[in-house]
DNA sequence: GCCAACGTTGGC
DNA sequence: GCCAACGTTGGC
């Protein structure tokens, strides 16, 4: 099992909304190196849900995995805002997963709390210009950030 | 609202 | 293949 944080503006898609949903298909993703992580999760992989784009920004609350390689269909939708002229179904461009609504954290982990536990070397999301919406989080950083969420 | 960071596009 | 222009992200 593997440890991930995921990005999402709340005024887009809040955590709430997925708590509201029960489970989401974590459409959008139109960046290789987050779909890049996107392929390598599996089902059972814990996501921390960040918000970004909020005062102030940070970890809500947890997700899980719960099917893996995703087709995103918003990528052949002509309409949609995500449409993707150059994927076809036979060569999609864009996979991600279908993710399930975990918990809410008691209270927020606040950006400015990561940036005093953990270094940027260590933990991407608090690196300067960091604008990568899905990335790994190490096993060690994940076990305090259960403790620090008081999960 | 500003602006730094940085990925993508397209001309050459 | 280079790189300027442009668009987007996201903290502040």
């Not at 440890?3 to 509201?20: F, G, H, V």
């Not at 997963?97 to 070397?121: C, G, H, N, R």
Request: hydrophobic share 40%; aromatic share 10%; proline share 6%.
């Amino acid at each position: 099992m593997r440890n991930w944080l995921i990005k999402s503006e709340p005024s887009d898609y809040s955590l709430a909304d997925l708590q509201a949903d029960k489970v989401a298909i974590w459409d959008g993703v139109r960046n290789y190196q987050a779909r890049n992580f996107l392929r390598e999760m599996e089902v059972g992989d814990r996501l921390f849900y960040y918000h970004s784009n909020t005062k102030p920004p940070g970890i809500v609350g947890l997700a899980t995995v719960t099917k893996a390689n995703v087709v995103d269909p918003t990528q052949f939708d002509a309409e949609h805002k995500y449409f993707d002229p150059k994927s076809t179904p036979e060569k999609p461009r864009w996979q991600t997963v279908e993710i399930a609504y975990d918990k809410t954290l008691a209270e927020m982990i606040t950006l400015t709390q990561l940036k005093e536990a953990f270094s940027p070397d260590d933990f991407a999301v608090v690196r300067r210009g960091n604008r990568l919406s899905v990335m790994p989080v190490a096993d060690d950083i994940a076990t305090q950030l259960l403790e620090m969420g008081g999960v």
